[in-house]
């Protein structure tokens, strides 16, 4: 049985080759993302390791603010065993871009470059400041954006906005730290890092000494204690590896979720496919049983050719999956991506391991039902001149199992969208779950829609192709139970594509209506830091320009507040000055005046108060003032801080403090480039106050979701052609199956091109049932997943992604049956007549 078996598989070349495809490319996405994730995490330790190795002790300030004394780093220098130490000085030093405004959504970080044995910069270009007050440092993404290179002069902001140059000496890289990659880096010397930022502690204590473990003891026996943390040079190591590795961590579970989908549509492929083999291979079966074999020998010669299948695919999957890191990470790294991608692609026993158990548990337990099928094939079926096809019985049991998956899915799927909270993981969740109940019921009640949907699906090409048409349409339904596997296959491609495309139309419309409630302003004007410090100057002069219908500007401060039973918190307290209309829903805000505060509705629910209620506010110039509730704020639509006060109020408790934000609404008449050289204009003086628009913010959600849909398009586009490459495979063997009766219609007349046009239809309409079942399915899950992530969410089908995602998988079908077509139309009418 064994050489049998070997020998079957040598003389069905094709037939092995199209079988291992689908399970070679499920294999090489799951391999491939490995591959990728375990090369940049080696990237990650390398870094991190070469960073933190220079360090034998760290001091570390817990918290974001926290912060080390000056006087701290003299007394670690003065311990036994200490033959270095130098401090980390970390702060905002806002660098000046070259549209004269502070580069970046955020400050850039202001680093001290010290030099010696303890410098953790990592300096790719030019050198580091050394000793020179006036030289400064880049990192490698800033100077790119900003178009400055080394030998040129950059501008920073000192803590008192006065523009200081500084020669640009060299660039580094941030390493793996999140922050500095998000906001950039601009290194001084210690001095005047101190000076740029206005630090007056440190960030970290870095220290210098024989060893590591006794040192990380004296240091913390003296200078450890509350908000300090003494490490060890390799324990500051694995820190920074677990913060660098989260992301990546996110990443691979997303990579793993599309490689798991890809191995469901391959799994589906291979059941189909070895479903086929077992029925074409009955005669040969039965003479096997005539001669001797037992049923254990046919059922372990089907295995066995599953496991040779599984085996090799999956060495090949290991291989397409090393080439698809690696070209992954080529890419990587010709975009600038800020991920460590220059260490050697790893493909690690892990990984090998990994890849060929799924490749064989996949392979062998899509093979274990028809293998068992197998067992079932009497001698006397050798006798037959020609295979029969099982007739398919829909049976009382399979409608009551897909009856109460269906129901089951559907109603858990409904709990996550109507009845839990949205926005919350758990109501996701459960949509995601009734998704899987429904599909398994529309698995199993696959084969029953198929007769059905054929009909419905191939009405217009059975007119269109007169006989090849209603020929291809009658045998898409003669197997039901082998077409409702070979689509579900594309049903399940079709189905996330649309998913995600109506997530991504949906998300699009409501966040910009919700931008449109919330940002119902032509310009917003706010600093980096969202702090106040926007000139007051700057709105009086943008009310007096006739080409502005509105100008409002807003200033806060923190303040501690307490309800009338007690639970001080801190809030934010402020006032607007200009015409405004806060959504309210309790009270009035008309008249604000002095004594009174409106309260945004969350911070009303902490404090325990409500309209005709009274709070302790405590001010800086007044100190505990009693301000009466008037109003309730929906804080979800309101632009206005936790609490409001009137105007003239807010500057006798806190002083005249400037601006935190001015919005700015131009008159209808007036075009937008001259409304915004308007805004442009009285902001000039000011390089820490940028101007947004409701345009620009629009197009930040639309660019980042098109690449979004991008990204997840291109990932289920594998499962797509897995699936394709399953109806070619169907379609190869049931030309194979079929060989007889093609050569009868071959007799009766019809031609070759004939015979292929009725498998190409017939391929059509395979394809678009498949489509059609899976843009149900994710149109209708599309709906609850918008609903479990988004409250108040539109609902919107882009019926005309949707429309082309069923013309291509139509047409994909027709592309798939090319080649089965035309092997079918070259046969030998006599030889194929003689071969039953």
């Not at 890419?331 to 220059?342: E, F, K, N, Q, R």
């Not at 070619?728 to 292929?756: C, D, F, I, K, Y």
């Amino acid at each position: 049985m064994l050489r049998t078996t070997l020998a079957g598989l040598r003389a069905h070349r094709l037939r092995l080759l199209l079988t291992s495809l689908a399970i070679t490319l499920g294999v090489g996405f799951i391999a491939g993302t490995f591959v990728l994730t375990d090369t940049v995490q080696a990237g990650l330790a390398q870094k991190v390791t070469a960073d933190a190795g220079k360090v034998d002790v760290a001091v570390l300030a817990e918290g974001p603010d926290g912060r080390l004394p000056a006087a701290l780093l003299d007394k670690v220098r003065g311990l036994p065993g200490v033959t270095d130490a130098q401090g980390v000085v970390r702060g905002p030093a806002p660098l000046i871009g070259k549209d004269g405004k502070a580069a970046g959504d955020a400050p850039t970080t202001g680093l001290s470059i010290s030099s010696g044995p303890l410098s953790r910069a990592v300096i790719v270009s030019g050198t580091g400041p050394g000793s020179d007050d006036l030289a400064a440092v880049l990192d490698e993404s800033t100077a790119k954006a900003q178009g400055v290179k080394v030998g040129g002069t950059i501008t920073v902001l000192d803590p008192q906005r006065r523009e200081r140059m500084f020669k640009l000496v060299g660039l580094l890289d941030p390493g793996v730290d999140q922050e500095l990659a998000y906001t950039g880096v601009v290194g001084f010397t210690p001095a005047m890092a101190r000076r740029m930022t206005g630090e007056k502690g440190f960030r970290e204590i870095d220290v210098a000494g024989a060893d590591p473990d006794a040192l990380r003891r004296t240091v913390a026996a003296a200078v450890g204690g509350e908000g300090r943390q003494v490490l060890t040079g390799t324990q500051l190591a694995d820190r920074l590896a677990r913060q660098a590795g989260v992301e990546i961590k996110a990443v691979t579970v997303g990579l793993l979720m599309f490689g798991l989908v890809s191995m469901l549509v391959a799994a589906l492929v291979i059941y189909n496919t070895f479903t086929i083999l077992v029925a074409q291979r009955t005669r040969e079966m039965a003479l096997l049983r005539c001669i001797g074999a037992t049923r254990g020998q046919v059922f372990g010669s089907v295995l066995l050719e599953s496991v040779v299948i599984g085996l090799l695919s999956a060495v090949l999957g290991l291989l397409a999956g090393y080439g698809l890191g690696a070209g992954t990470l080529a890419v990587l790294g010709a975009l600038d991506a800020p991920l460590p991608t220059g260490a050697a692609v790893r493909l690690t026993p892990g990984t090998i391991g990994l890849g060929l158990a799924v490749g064989l548990l996949v392979t062998i337990g899509s093979a274990v039902l028809p293998a068992r099928t197998a067992t079932r094939v009497a001698p006397v079926a050798a006798l037959r001149t020609q295979v029969e096809e099982q007739a398919f019985r829909t049976g009382l049991l399979r409608m009551v199992a897909a009856g109460v998956f269906l129901l089951a899915g559907l109603g858990t799927a409904g709990v996550g969208a109507l009845v839990l909270e949205p926005g919350q993981q758990v109501s996701l969740f459960v949509v995601m779950g009734g998704g899987v109940l429904t599909f398994l019921g529309v698995l199993i009640l696959g084969p029953v829609l198929v007769r059905p949907l054929s009909s419905l699906v191939g009405a217009v090409p059975a007119r269109l192709f007169g006989v090849p048409g209603r020929l291809a349409v009658d045998n898409s339904g003669r197997n039901p139970r082998r077409a409702a596997t070979t689509t579900v296959a594309l049903t399940v491609g079709v189905t996330l594509m649309t998913l995600i495309s109506v997530l991504t139309a949906s998300t699009r419309v409501t966040l910009t209506d919700k931008l449109d409630d919330q940002f119902p302003i032509d310009y917003m004007l706010a600093t980096q830091e969202r702090d106040s410090a926007i000139p007051r100057s700057v709105g009086e002069e943008l009310r007096r320009r006739p080409e502005l219908a509105s100008v409002v500007q807003i200033r806060d401060t923190e303040a501690k507040v307490s309800g009338p039973k007690g639970g001080a918190s801190r809030v934010d307290v402020g006032a607007y000055d200009g015409p405004m209309d806060p959504p309210v829903t309790s009270g009035s805000m008309r008249g604000l005046g002095d004594g009174q505060v409106a309260v945004e509705d969350d911070v009303a629910a902490k404090l325990g108060v409500r309209v005709g209620d009274s709070l302790s506010l405590t001010t800086k110039e007044d100190g505990a003032v009693t301000l009466a509730v008037v109003a309730v704020l929906d804080g979800s639509d309101s632009a206005l801080p936790d609490l409001t006060v009137a105007t003239t109020a807010f500057d006798r408790y806190f002083g005249a403090l400037p601006d935190s934000r001015v919005m700015v609404d131009a008159k209808d008449d007036v075009a937008a480039d001259r409304s915004r050289a308007v805004v442009d204009a009285a902001t000039a003086a000011y390089p820490t106050v940028k101007v947004s628009s409701s345009t620009e913010v629009r197009g930040e959600f639309d660019e980042a979701l098109d690449m979004l849909l991008m990204i997840v398009t291109g990932l289920l586009g594998l499962a797509i052609l897995i699936s394709l490459l399953g109806i070619a495979n169907t379609l190869s063997l049931s030309v194979h199956e079929r060989t007889r009766e093609s050569a009868l219609l071959r007799a009766l007349g019809l031609t070759r091109p004939q015979l292929r046009r009725m498998l190409s239809v017939e391929a059509l309409v395979l394809g678009l049932i498949g489509a059609l079942v899976g843009v149900v399915l994710g149109a209708v899950f599309g709906w609850a997943a918008v609903r479990a992530m988004i409250d108040g969410a539109v609902y919107v089908v882009p019926y005309g992604q949707v429309a082309l995602f069923v013309v291509l998988s139509g047409l994909a079908g027709v592309l798939a049956a090319v080649l089965p077509a035309r092997r079918a139309a070259r046969a030998s009418i006599v030889g194929a007549l003689a071969s039953g």
